[in-house]
């Protein structure tokens, strides 16, 4: 009988020291998601306050102000005031998801809701973030002439105050983003690359099909920039490129090691079980193709695109090389983004379905 009450006891002393393990892992695993969720939500309301200086100078323009402005070098008023409204809308676009990521309403949106323009986001405030202060560096270095400082076209004041502004806002709303990605997703980017659950072979072949033609681009692409950046002439027509000054070549040295490095993450994606890669958690190749991949669809692309509608308006001409590289760059980002959302559809379809208040 002592035996029996001995065993009873101590499967009783068992059981209770298991319940208060797993209540401790709760209460662990409570505490640290709120701090995750305050940490978001902090960052997504510094994102908004970033945004509103650039947004209240742009209203001003619209509006007519000249403050700022020292020569408008040609342009007409109208295309003065429709640019800024263009980069307005934009940067309120911004704002807006940053507002959401600070809601918890944020995690119950629809993926491509916020993913789409924070890739945008990431695309055109990465190279910014990189491109400005190591530009600057360049021409107090060397003592090149540094447009930024120059004054010619707009004071100073105004790019310390826009670009300091844009370099808060994509510090904070990326960095929110990547607490909210993990919240949302952490079983998928957490997860290491060998790892991975193999996709049906049709599934496999149909994204290395466009995944390789896509990585081998954004290589080429960016070496071309790094290039160009140096001061090396490539392709037919790039010696008709504009003059570089020391922030223009800065931004295609920038935009060429951000391509490849979307290069070097979109191929670890591809054969996640090859190479040295292996070990590596999922977020760091996504990481390098969602940025790497962004910045040449928004610095490349979209301004090329932008360019060419100039162009045919005004009768101008633009290097071949670049309107080439313009396109290949636009024509990659839209396949790699394309890529990105049927493997996340895919990918996010297998895992569990977890309430909200429990990420």
């Known amino acids: 009988m002592d035996t029996e009450n001995a065993k009873t006891a ?35 309301r510094i994102a908004v306050a970033a945004c509103a200086p650039y947004l209240l100078l742009k209203l001003l323009w619209v509006l007519g102000s000249d403050i700022g402005v020292v020569d408008l070098a040609g342009t007409s008023r109208g295309s003065w005031i429709a640019v800024n409204a263009v980069t307005f809308l934009m940067d309120a676009v911004a704002a807006a998801v940053a507002y959401t990521l600070t809601r918890p309403s944020g995690l119950r949106a629809p993926a491509w809701l916020l993913a789409l323009p924070l890739w945008m986001a990431s695309g055109l405030l990465a190279p910014l973030m990189l491109t400005v202060p190591a530009g600057s560096a360049v021409a ?73 033609p896509s990585a081998l681009l954004l290589a080429v692409l960016g070496t071309v920039h ?18 570089r000054t ?68 005004t009768g101008g001409g633009e290097a071949p090389a670049r309107g080439l590289a313009g396109a290949l760059e636009l024509a990659a980002g839209l396949v790699v983004l394309c890529l990105g959302a049927l493997t996340l559809a895919a990918e996010t379809a297998r895992l569990p379905q977890v309430p909200p208040a429990a990420r």
């Open 246 to 313: 020391s922030v223009t070549a800065t931004s295609d040295v920038v935009l060429g090691l951000l391509s490849l490095a979307g290069a070097a993450g979109l191929t670890a994606l591809l054969f996640p079980r090859r190479g040295p890669w292996r070990q590596l958690r999922t977020r760091v190749p996504l990481a390098l193709a969602w940025v790497g991949s962004a910045a040449v669809f928004a610095w490349g692309g979209t301004l090329w695109l932008s360019w060419t509608a100039a162009d045919a308006l």
């Open 140 to 212: 107090a270095v060397t003592g090149a002439a540094n447009p930024i400082t120059s004054g010619d076209a707009l004071q100073p004041w105004v790019f310390v105050l826009v670009y300091g502004a844009f370099i808060v806002e994509g510090c904070t709303l990326l960095g929110a983003f990547s607490v909210y990605a993990h919240r949302r997703w952490g079983v998928l980017l957490r997860r290491r690359l060998a790892s991975e659950p193999a996709p049906a072979p049709g599934v496999r072949s149909a994204r290395r099909l466009l995944g390789v």
């Open 226 to 243: 790094v290039l160009w950046g140096l001061g090396m002439p490539a392709g037919a027509g790039a010696a008709a490129l504009p003059a």
């Open 10 to 44: 101590g499967t009783a002393g068992t059981a209770e020291i298991t319940k208060r393990t797993q209540r401790t892992q709760r209460t662990e695993h409570t505490e640290h998601t709120a701090r995750r969720t305050d940490r978001q939500v902090l960052l997504g």
